[in-house]
């Protein structure tokens, strides 16, 4: 089944230490997101990728960075993760960047700081 | 700003109805997104609506009404497994998804 794929699902770092979560994707779509969801909150974008072209949301700590080396892969850095940091980040996918293409979600990964 | 109302949380029985309700202020419109969320999972496509009016899919359904900034998700014959969080999101003039905070439902036997 195509689907999208995160590693790991649960990921506890220590304060400061950089930490590496991915994604991947066998829908072959377009876009990839990455979303920061804290407990009873709604889902908060951080940045999405149109193939190629990132596109970085305003508020978006500069502690977090993002990379696609091809259309299957992407991967989300955190350069000094930070207490504030620990929350579920979604990653997602769709065909098109119009707003209007359902969007695919991966299982997540817990990223717990300690 | 832009803003999606739901209530935080909402109660319902084993095999009844339950209607979630959902407002939205946001700069334009280009269509709605329910999604459904069990706890600590992602969220998963329930429907989407760019046009007045209800849509049923099985035992849910979602209405629209652009001229009232409202839809609802609506949920028949309730089963347990119908527990999970249930997400409004909107799709605003420059074609920017904002999302709701969910509403937690629980249902009891």
């Known amino acids: 089944d195509a689907m999208v794929i995160q590693n790991p699902r649960y990921q506890v770092t220590q304060f400061g230490k950089p930490v590496t979560l991915s994604c991947s994707q066998t829908?072959?779509?377009?876009?990839m997101y990455w979303y920061q969801q804290k407990s009873s909150q709604a889902p908060k974008l951080l940045f999405h990728?149109?193939?190629?072209?990132?596109?970085n949301e305003a508020d978006t700590p500069d502690n977090f960075q993002s990379r696609r080396p091809n259309t299957s892969f992407c991967f989300l850095d955190i350069r000094s993760p930070g207490l504030g940091d620990a929350a579920m980040y979604l990653c997602?996918?769709?065909?098109?960047?119009?707003?209007?293409?359902?969007?695919?979600f991966g299982p997540g990964t817990r990223l717990t700081v300690l | 700003g832009q803003n999606i109302d739901q209530p935080t949380e909402m109660t319902a029985t084993e095999g009844a109805i339950v209607q979630i309700n959902c407002t939205y202020q946001?700069?334009?419109?280009?269509?709605l997104f329910w999604y459904q969320q069990h706890a600590g999972e992602a969220p998963t496509f329930l429907s989407y609506?760019?046009l007045d009016g209800l849509e049923e899919k099985g035992r849910f359904s979602s209405f629209l009404s652009r001229s009232k900034g409202y839809s609802y998700l609506l949920l028949k014959e309730l089963q347990m497994k119908d527990s999970a969080s249930y997400l409004c999101?909107?799709?605003?003039?420059?074609?920017?998804?904002?999302w709701g905070a969910g509403t937690k439902l629980i249902i009891k036997p």
């Open positions: 997602a996918t769709s065909r098109g960047r119009g707003g209007t293409d359902t969007q695919y």
């Open positions: 609506n760019v």
């Open positions: 990728y149109y193939d190629k072209d990132f596109n």
């Open positions: 829908l072959n779509h377009n876009v």
């Open positions: 946001t700069s334009g419109f280009n269509g």
């Open positions: 999101a909107v799709t605003d003039s420059n074609y920017q998804l904002i």
